[in-house]
T-cell receptor, first 112, second 116 residues
Framework: KQEVTQIPAALSVPEGENLVLNCSFT??????LQWFRQDPGKGLTSLLL?????REQTSGRLNASLDKSSGRSTLYIAASQPGDSATYLC???????????FGTGTRLKVLA | DADVTQTPRNRITKTGKRIMLECSQT?????MYWYRQDPGLGLRLIYY???????NKGEISDGYSVSRQAQAKFSLSLESAIPNQTALYFC???????????????FGPGTRLTVL
């Protein structure tokens, strides 16, 4: 059974810092991995999706990498800003089912 | 206009009441999903549908039922609500047509349900 873990559960950094959020999964037979942002009490906004054949995806200050063999993905945020404060969730869809399993998220606070 | 909409956005109900949450989408996606989110537990899949005639249970379907009325509409029902069904409920869609990124999920704004 696929399990998805995100560490740390919470992170507080000063503005301008580069940071890395981690996502690990137990079954490497994934179809794709998607990173989301969630603001308090709000819906999920898709940030990046990496397909199983890809190693990384970039969008603006965000870069997501995927290492299937080690069961890991990282979300790199460059030059963090207070507006980046949110919970970041990763979700993995497993080959053959296409259902997503979610991690519990990392709650990020960027201090001005 | 939002691509995935949910109604109601907030609902307070009493134990034993029947309640329906509705989801509509204008993205033209065949696949639709219902999740619930609880603090510390992340999102968990309740039901999913890959087309109008296809309904599947997720990991926590007990106490819930769904109806896929059309490609664009997917409803979640709680037949007899209980307090531990208090949660944030999300509807999502994904594309299997190949026109976009295959299986990328898009979420609605959520419904906050409180069962007293």
């Amino acid at each position: 059974k696929q399990e998805v873990t995100q560490i740390p559960a919470a992170l507080s950094v000063p503005e301008g810092e580069n940071l890395v959020l981690n996502c690990s999964f137990t079954d490497s037979a994934i179809y794709n991995l998607q990173w989301f942002r969630q603001d308090p009490g709000k819906g999920l906004t898709s940030l990046l999706l990496i397909q199983s054949s890809q190693r990384e995806q970039t969008s603006g200050r965000l870069n997501a990498s995927l290492d299937k063999s080690s069961g890991r993905s990282t979300l790199y945020i460059a030059a963090s800003q207070p507006g980046d404060s949110a919970t970041y969730l990763c979700a993995v869809s497993t080959s053959g089912t296409y259902k997503y399993i979610f991690g519990t998220g990392t709650r990020l606070k960027v201090l001005a | 206009d939002a691509d995935v909409t949910q109604t109601p956005r907030n609902r307070i109900t009493k134990t034993g009441k029947r309640i329906m949450l509705e989801c509509s989408q204008t993205k033209g996606h065949d696949r639709m999903y219902w999740y619930r989110q609880d603090p510390g537990l992340g999102l968990r899949l309740i039901y999913y549908s890959f087309d109008v005639k296809d309904i599947n249970k997720g990991e926590i379907s007990d106490g819930y039922s769904v109806s896929r009325q059309a490609q664009a509409k997917f409803s979640l029902s709680l037949e007899s609500a209980i307090p531990n069904q208090t949660a944030l409920y999300f509807c999502a869609t994904s594309d299997d047509s190949g026109a976009g990124v295959y299986n990328e999920q898009f979420f609605g704004p959520g419904t906050r349900l409180t069962v007293l």
